[in-house]
């Protein structure tokens, strides 16, 4: 039995993964960071840290302070695994609906199958 996957969730991998091919280069010769990616395919992810937004954090603390420089860092790691989260599930699907056991991330349970 294939799992139920929200229609939302497959576009949004879907919007993913053809962003990714178009800009592949640009990403592999680390002209665009993954952190940049995630703000261009709009994906939703944690913008705080410790209740902050870095705006906050900025104001507080300045822009070159090494909390900034943190919560930045924090943020931009979040970033980056939301990208690596939709990039992954793309795959999978895409592996996958060869086999016809569409939508099933081969990654989530590596023992089910579609049948």
């Known amino acids: 039995m294939s799992a139920s996957v929200p229609l939302y969730t497959l576009n949004k991998c879907l919007v993913v993964y053809d962003l990714h091919e178009q800009h592949r280069k640009a990403i592999q010769n680390n002209e665009m960071n993954k952190y940049e990616f995630c703000d261009l395919a709009e994906l939703n992810y944690d913008n705080k840290f410790e209740d902050k937004t870095v705006r906050k954090w900025i104001a507080e603390y300045g822009e070159d302070s090494p909390e900034v420089s943190r919560a930045k860092n924090i943020i931009n790691?979040?970033?980056?695994?939301?990208?690596?989260?939709?990039?992954?599930?793309?795959?999978?699907?895409?592996?996958?609906?060869g086999k016809g056991k569409f939508p099933l991330r081969s990654s989530k349970d590596k023992n089910k199958t579609a049948d």
């Open 77 to 97: 790691t979040r970033r980056g695994t939301t990208v690596n989260r939709y990039l992954n599930a793309a795959n999978d699907y895409l592996e996958n609906v």
